[in-house]
């Protein structure tokens, strides 16, 4: 029922990774492509196909490296240069508040 629900809000043309918490240090990964592309030629292969094919390359053969990065930008983050404390964290990431009934 879940992955349905997902599949359903998902955007035409796109490429998505999800990364969905399930435990104790550990997660579920789903990839989706929403295009019509076939990958019969070389046309095909466009670089958002390609960069999402390198990425879940890298996390199936990189994770414990991808996991120390993580941590070293979150500390990097957390601290301006001066190490004093700041209040938010990765301007890469645009969050959305669904609120607690979506």
Known sequence: ??????KMSLLP???YIILTPSGE????????????NEY?????????F???EGVLAMIREK???IFTEGVHAIQG??????????????????????????
């Open 77 to 102: 983050q957390l601290l301006d240069e001066d190490k004093t404390p700041i209040e938010s964290i990765s301007e890469n990431v645009v969050k959305v508040d669904f609120g607690k009934k979506q």
């Open 63 to 65: 994770t414990d490296e």
């Open 50 to 52: 390609i960069v999402q």
């Open 1 to 6: 029922m879940q992955a349905t629900m997902e």
């Open 40 to 48: 019969e030629t070389d046309e095909d292969f466009n670089a958002a």
């Open 13 to 15: 043309d796109r490429y």
């Open 25 to 36: 240090g550990e997660f579920r990964l789903t990839a989706y492509d929403t295009t019509d």
